[in-house]
Each structure stands twice: as structure tokens, then as C-alpha cells.
């Protein structure tokens, strides 16, 4: 079983990072015997806003989460990060949790493989 960290830095749009991080995550996800983990940390921590309402054909990143989420993943957002952009936790896309830089450090040492974003 793979133990696989995704951190996302950049915003949900505007750049295809986040996005491209998320289509790696959700794939893994969707993979028998792999435990998959995203941190949304700076610019990303706004990937998990809910609500997010995209034009048909463009990709959503909410939506995105959720299929990580759905397979079984986690998905933990830095509470620095978040208060800095004016989220509050009610805000969150199903299933995202606040979370700490402490909670990175674990999830890394956790981790067999980083990726970063």
C-alpha cells in the first residue's frame, strides 16, 4: 500500500498547478491499496471554498476534493493560510478540514512519497 502527500500552494485558478495536483490525487485515489492525503496551504487554501460555481466544461475544483474525498482520501487545509484569505471553516467544501502546519509535519513523516504543487 502507497502512502502518497499532495501539497497544493497555488490559487484554484489562474494557474493549472492546483489543478493538475488534484487530477494526479483523484487518480491515485481512485487506485486499490493507496492512502492518499492533500494539504492546501497559501493561494490553495481557497481551492476548498464551497460553492464554487464554474462555466459548463471548465473544471471545478470543489468538485475535485471531492472525488479525493470520496475514494477514501483526506483533505486538510492550513488555518493560517485560511484566515489570512477571510475562510472560515463553514465555508469549506464538504468533507475539508482545518488543519496546522503540526498536521503537515505528521502527514509528511506519515508519507511514503511528497508531492508538491
Same mark, same amino acid.
Given at each position: 500500500?502507497?502512502?502518497?502527500?499532495?501539497?497544493?500552494?497555488?490559487?484554484?485558478?489562474? %494557474?493549472?498547478?492546483? #489543478?493538475?495536483? =488534484?487530477?494526479?490525487?483523484?487518480? *491515485?485515489?481512485?487506485?486499490? /491499496?493507496?492512502? $492518499?492525503? +492533500?494539504?492546501?496551504?497559501?493561494?490553495?487554501?481557497?481551492?476548498?471554498?464551497?460553492?464554487?460555481? %464554474?462555466?459548463?466544461? #471548465?473544471?471545478? =475544483?470543489?468538485?475535485?476534493?471531492? *472525488?479525493?474525498?470520496?475514494? /477514501?482520501?483526506? $483533505?486538510? +487545509?492550513?488555518?493560517?493560510?485560511?484566515?489570512?484569505?477571510?475562510?472560515?471553516?463553514?465555508?469549506?467544501?464538504?468533507?475539508?478540514?482545518?488543519?496546522?502546519?503540526?498536521?503537515?509535519?505528521?502527514?509528511?513523516?506519515?508519507?511514503?512519497? $511528497?508531492?508538491?504543487?
Amino acid at each position: 500500500m502507497g502512502k502518497l502527500l499532495f501539497i497544493l500552494n497555488d490559487p484554484p485558478y489562474g %494557474t493549472e498547478r492546483s #489543478y493538475n495536483g =488534484l487530477r494526479l490525487a483523484g487518480a *491515485a485515489a481512485k487506485r486499490e /491499496g493507496e492512502a $492518499v492525503r +492533500v494539504f492546501l496551504m497559501g493561494d490553495a487554501a481557497a481551492c476548498a471554498k464551497r460553492g464554487q460555481a %464554474t462555466p459548463n466544461g #471548465y473544471y471545478n =475544483l470543489e468538485r475535485m476534493l471531492k *472525488a479525493v474525498t470520496g475514494k /477514501g482520501g483526506s $483533505v486538510a +487545509v492550513c488555518g493560517s493560510c485560511m484566515d489570512a484569505r477571510g475562510i472560515t471553516e463553514p465555508e469549506l467544501a464538504e468533507a475539508c478540514l482545518r488543519s496546522t502546519l503540526e498536521e503537515l509535519a505528521d502527514w509528511t513523516i506519515w508519507a511514503d512519497k $511528497v508531492l508538491i504543487f
